[in-house]
């Protein structure tokens, strides 16, 4: 089918009627039983009875329309797409990825200046495990995408934001006040304490672990999380020590928590990915530019 003949097959199957659709569509009448007629030569087979007065599309219509229907909204966006850099606008969505531990202060921090930018702009924010952003970039379903000490992946290009320091999330009460640590909790004390782990696939539990092995210290996992917002809960409700980087540990609660830096330091980076071969939006950079302030004012 070309362009055409789905444009009036859509017109009327939503109106029931060639005047309709000829009216939809700002054509005559003969226009649009012509087109039809062509559409159906080529296709092979009736797509529309009359019964009636009415035409009543046929079970082959039936199986076309949803995939008509699709590409005809696929259509509409190229349209809309063309319309806004033929008056040298921006496009009006912008698709952004995230790793959880960003998705609970920083993004919405960020999203709120970019909105201040673009107020008419729509965003859509998804919140995913590392390999699902990298690879939602990879399969350019969306236009931007941060993470945390992401790996090299030539396809993708990296832009570091910022440095972060991993911290333990200490329940109150869980040790003395007496004895909680004034400049960090070093890493040996952590073999004495129930510990919150992170899953050892996660890029920041390998870290941990890996530094636990250098020190010779045994963590006493009390629970195996996937995300640091879970570590944090767990925390906050007192089951362990989290070991959580620093935006995750922004948002702590410090009524139930004390928030101590990770000794030695465990150094990590929060980075923005896009594909290599595509140069970003005005929107993506924008986006990447308010996530840089973001970070700056939360964790300094």
Known sequence: MRLKHIEVFHAVMQTGSVSAAARLLHVTQPAVS???QHAE??????????????????????????????????????????AGLRHGEVTDRLQ????FALSREVVPHAVAGFRKQY????????????????????????????VISAGLLPALEREPLA???????????LIAPSKVPRHGMPIEAL???????????DPLGMRINQACSEHGVGLSPVVTVQTYHAALSMAEYGLGVAIVDGCTAS???????????????????????????????????AMTQEMRKALRELIG
């Open 34 to 36: 012509r087109t039809l």
């Open 96 to 99: 952004v990825l995230t790793v």
């Open 119 to 146: 107020p008419n702009v729509h965003v859509t924010v998804q919140a995913l495990h590392t390999p699902q952003v990298v690879s939602g970039l990879l399969l350019q379903e969306a236009d931007v995408g941060f």
């Open 41 to 82: 030569l080529q296709l092979g087979f009736p797509l529309f009875e009359r019964v009636r007065g009415r035409l009543t599309p046929t079970n082959e219509a039936a199986a076309l329309f949803p995939h008509v229907e699709k590409l005809y909204e696929q259509l509409g966006e190229v349209q809309r797409l063309a």
């Open 163 to 173: 440095d972060v320091d991993m911290h333990c999330l200490v329940p109150k009460g």
């Open 251 to 285: 948002a702590a609660d410090r009524r139930k928590v004390h928030v101590l830096p990770l000794l030695p330091q465990i150094t990590v980076t929060v980075s923005a990915l896009h594909l290599a071969q595509h140069p970003r939006s005005v929107l993506a950079r």
């Open 191 to 201: 073999a004495e304490l129930p510990v919150v782990a992170l899953d050892v696939k």
